[in-house]
């Protein structure tokens, strides 16, 4: 039998609505894009129970985990959507839903030639804007120097966002699991901070096959 907390798609060729996210649209929604084992996701829920969050995650035995993690911690507020995470935003995600989409640790591809393979693109941009509600926060954080010089210049350059500080020292955001890894092993960790713009990008932004998380 399904988990309550897995978001299981009736159809995968057409877009959600956003009562089928969650049914209560009054409250906010937050998106952690790659949610890996739902560390960061499952605390998150936990500390904010008047917001809703749904993670993305490719990886089926990640999603079962992360249910049963849910339910076992009695946490109401937490769905999983087992999919690739660029179909999900360009393809099935409602646009305007999310207050806010976390992108935390993706894959950096650190190989010169596998670079393209990068999750934040130019095409994405538009998937990820037209998912954000009006004012919407989009929120990076990675160990990979090169690839947080090229995400935040690649995102500086859009239209679609304008940069905002990072959260302040005292606002709750928790490590995830790669990112308590990392600093473990002494390596320097940078984050940015984007607010969605009102620019329209081209309509309906498709996902590439590039860029995989």
Not at 25 to 52: K, N, Q, Y
Not at 96 to 112: I, V, Y
Request: charge should be neutral; aromatic fraction near 10%.
């Amino acid at each position: 039998m399904p988990s309550p907390h897995e978001l299981i798609p009736g159809n995968y060729f057409a877009r959600l609505t956003r009562q089928a996210i969650f049914p209560d649209t009054s409250r906010p929604l937050e998106i952690d894009v790659g949610c890996g084992d739902g560390t960061f996701l499952l605390e998150m829920a936990a500390r904010f129970p008047e917001r809703d969050f749904l993670g993305v995650e490719r990886l089926g035995g990640r999603v079962a985990k992360i249910c049963r993690r849910a339910d076992r911690l009695g946490i109401p507020n937490v769905r999983v959507l087992c999919l690739e995470s660029s179909y999900a935003l360009g393809w099935l995600l409602p646009t305007s839903c999310a207050s806010r989409l976390h992108l935390l640790f993706p894959d950096p591809w650190p190989k010169k030639r596998h670079a393209w393979k990068r999750f934040v693109q130019p095409e994405i941009l538009g998937s990820i804007h037209q998912t954000l509600a009006p004012h919407g926060e989009f929120l990076f954080k990675t160990d990979h120097t090169p690839y947080f010089e090229e995400a935040t210049a690649t995102v500086d350059a859009s239209p679609l966002f304008s940069r905002l500080p990072w959260l302040r020292p005292e606002e709750f955001y928790p490590l995830t699991d790669f990112e308590k890894q990392w600093i473990a092993a002494g390596c320097q960790i940078s984050a940015a901070r984007w607010r969605k713009t009102e620019n329209n990008p081209a309509p309906d932004a498709k996902p590439g096959s590039a860029a995989s998380l």
